[in-house]
């Protein structure tokens, strides 16, 4: 499972401050404690600055690389800020995110050639969001198609099917979950991706859906998760659903985790 911790999000209340205030320290120990917990690429996200969104997003990538060896995730609705952050960026970045939109698709994909980066491929097109799964299908089966007909590869391609709350529309949690399945049989090779808590919004006592949806959406096939990797429940859950669905051979990562104390505390 490649995990991408979430918190470096100026959505986030502690995060907007440090980022406006450029709290290196801050900043810095919010990448450690990821990277730390098992956190495989850090996402960074200062999305509500708008239009002093570029240069925050360059000083967040150059912070968090010059304290720790991670890559980033870059999620940002804007292409300038996300070729300013990718010529910041050491090793292999990830963009977050391309879609089916012809605008958007026409401005991201020079980028990841340029910068030879790893893409998280939204599954919606010019007719916005799709809510039912065969409308996400389509979206992102059109995105797939054209992304490898450039010749990107299918392991470089993570498919979010995009989740919405299912307290506005209890079908959703399906919809995603038929989706993840249909894309892996259809596509070998290709990877999945979830942020995961947009599906308990609005519902008491979040995590425990976020909890349930992680195990079910493990289960058909999501092979990445955008999540706070300091929510041990979480992770540990994550870890055992690998495990049972023959997704860690030998259980290896999950006896990892057991043996340096991930589970401590959550059972
Ligand atoms: N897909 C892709 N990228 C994404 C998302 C997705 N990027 C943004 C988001 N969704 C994932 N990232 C976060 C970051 C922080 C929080 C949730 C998702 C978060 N949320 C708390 C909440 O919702 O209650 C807020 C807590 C706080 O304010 O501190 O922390 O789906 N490709």
Redesign the pocket.
């Known amino acids: 499972m490649l995990i991408v911790g979430?918190r470096i999000?100026t959505?986030?209340?502690n995060i907007l401050p440090a980022v406006e205030n450029r709290d290196a320290n801050f900043i810095v120990d919010t990448a450690k404690s990821q990277y730390n917990a098992g956190a495989d690429y850090i996402?960074v996200?200062a999305g509500t600055l708008l239009g002093k969104e570029p240069d925050a997003l360059v000083w967040l990538v150059k912070t968090v690389q010059d304290a720790v060896d991670v890559p980033l995730t870059i999620?940002s609705p804007n292409p300038e800020a996300i070729k300013l952050a990718l010529m910041a960026h050491k090793g292999k970045a990830m963009i977050?995110?391309i879609t089916a939109e012809t605008e958007r698709y026409s401005q991201i994909l020079p980028l990841i050639k340029e910068y030879n980066t790893k893409i998280?491929a939204?599954a919606m097109d010019d007719s916005g969001i799709p809510t039912t799964a065969e409308g996400r299908l389509t979206a992102a089966r059109k995105l797939v198609d054209a992304l490898t007909s450039e010749g990107i590869q299918l392991d470089e391609i993570y498919v979010?099917p995009?989740?919405y709350p299912i307290a506005t529309g209890s079908e959703y949690g399906k919809a995603v979950i038929d989706t993840i399945s249909t894309i892996k049989k259809e596509y070998p090779g290709i990877h999945t991706?979830?942020?995961l808590?947009?599906i308990s919004h609005g519902l008491p006592v979040r995590k425990l859906l976020n909890q349930a949806f992680l195990v079910m959406c493990i289960t058909v096939g999501l092979d990445s998760a955008?999540i706070d990797p300091l929510d041990q429940r979480l992770m540990g859950l994550l870890y055992a659903s690998e495990a049972l669905i023959g997704a860690d051979e030998f259980c290896t990562e999950y006896l990892v985790a057991a043996r340096e104390g991930k589970f401590e505390g959550i059972v």
Do not use: A, T
Request: glycine share 4%.
């Open positions: 979430e999000n959505s986030r209340k996402d996200n999620d977050n995110s998280i939204l979010d995009l989740v991706i979830c942020g808590s947009n955008i």
